[in-house]
């Protein structure tokens, strides 16, 4: 495993053109195949809430449950740089408590950067949170905690009037501190006069190939989702819940057959012992 990612590099990196990669990840075994991977950024999203939890979406998720999450990903990671999800309701109150809940995902999770949703409606808490010492990723785009007012969960920045209010609110994040900016399905032109007109690396979701790097939901890429609706931009790298499937029928088939624990699977005791038992 190389070095910790340095966060002040990722914008080196993007002025060297080199393309920058994150992924989610919600527990220790997948985080530490994602590090080990190589992979820039390990984001536990709040995308736990309908891809592990099974709520329907990612409002529920509490404070506690990201934090919980958090802090297995952050024991797997020793590479990446780990970014803790703010979720709905835990930076919208008050800047106080969004910087205490901020101040949580580092102190008790090791979290090195939030995420949080929003433009304009967020400036004033991102900077206050940058100016506590906590690095901030925005999210702009479709951000799915606010998805009913966007109109549900469709494309953003089509027209012309949309797509400059992104770009306006790309630039007032940049202002207020923030370190990166995950793009999440906008077309593809507008991402890219996005991330040419900021300093910080643009991830995009559904934002074309333009951006400075990537992001994709782990379970998505992997195949393992729920089997239902796959939003257009996820490519599947693996079919990973097809061999889960496998995996688990041919031990369910070898223990009702009896073939399952072999004798090279078994603990045995010396006969002297056995006798006086
Ligand atoms: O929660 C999440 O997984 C995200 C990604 C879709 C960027 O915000």
């Keep these: 495993m190389?070095?910790?990612?340095?966060?002040?590099?990722?914008?080196?990196?993007?002025?060297?053109?080199?393309?920058?990669?994150?992924?989610?990840?919600y527990d220790y075994p997948f985080a530490r195949l994602v590090d080990e991977a190589g992979i820039d950024l390990i984001l536990v999203g709040d995308s736990v809430g309908n891809v592990v939890l099974g709520y329907p979406d990612t409002l529920p998720v509490t404070m506690d449950e990201m934090l919980h999450h958090t802090r297995a990903v952050s024991r797997g990671v020793s590479r990446g740089?780990?970014?803790?999800?703010?979720?709905?309701?835990?930076?919208?109150?008050?800047?106080?408590?969004?910087?205490?809940?901020?101040?949580?995902?580092?102190?008790?999770?090791?979290?090195?950067?939030?995420k949080l949703e929003g433009g304009e409606a967020v400036v004033d808490t991102v900077a206050a949170i940058v100016r506590a010492g906590i690095p901030v990723c925005g999210h702009l785009g479709l951000t799915p905690q606010t998805a009913t007012q966007l109109g549900g969960y469709r494309v953003q920045g089509r027209t012309a009037a949309v797509a400059q209010k992104i770009l306006a609110d790309a630039l007032r994040l940049e202002e207020a501190g923030i370190s990166a900016l995950v793009l999440e399905c906008v077309p593809d032109r507008v991402a890219e006069r996005i991330t040419a007109?900021?300093?910080?690396?643009?991830?995009?979701?559904?934002?074309?190939?333009?951006?400075?790097?990537?992001?994709?939901?782990?379970?998505?890429?992997?195949g393992l989702?729920?089997?239902?609706f796959q939003p257009?931009?996820?490519?599947?790298?693996?079919?990973?819940?097809?061999?889960?499937r496998t995996a688990v029928s041919a031990y369910r088939d070898e223990v009702v057959?009896?073939?399952?624990?072999?004798?090279?699977?078994?603990?045995?005791?010396?006969?002297?012992?056995?006798?006086k038992l």
């Design 2 to 25: 190389g070095d910790k990612v340095d966060l002040s590099s990722l914008v080196v990196r993007k002025g060297a053109g080199e393309k920058l990669t994150m992924i989610t990840a």
């Design 257 to 275: 057959a009896g073939t399952f624990p072999a004798s090279e699977h078994t603990f045995t005791m010396a006969d002297d012992e056995f006798e």
């Design 232 to 244: 257009r931009f996820v490519k599947r790298f693996g079919e990973v819940g097809e061999a889960v």
């Design 225 to 228: 989702g729920g089997g239902g």
């Design 81 to 114: 740089l780990v970014i803790g999800d703010m979720p709905f309701m835990s930076y919208n109150v008050t800047v106080p408590e969004a910087i205490i809940n901020a101040g949580r995902f580092v102190k008790e999770a090791g979290a090195d950067l939030i």
């Design 197 to 222: 007109s900021v300093r910080i690396p643009t991830f995009g979701i559904g934002a074309g190939p333009a951006c400075d790097g990537q992001v994709l939901v782990l379970h998505d890429l992997l």
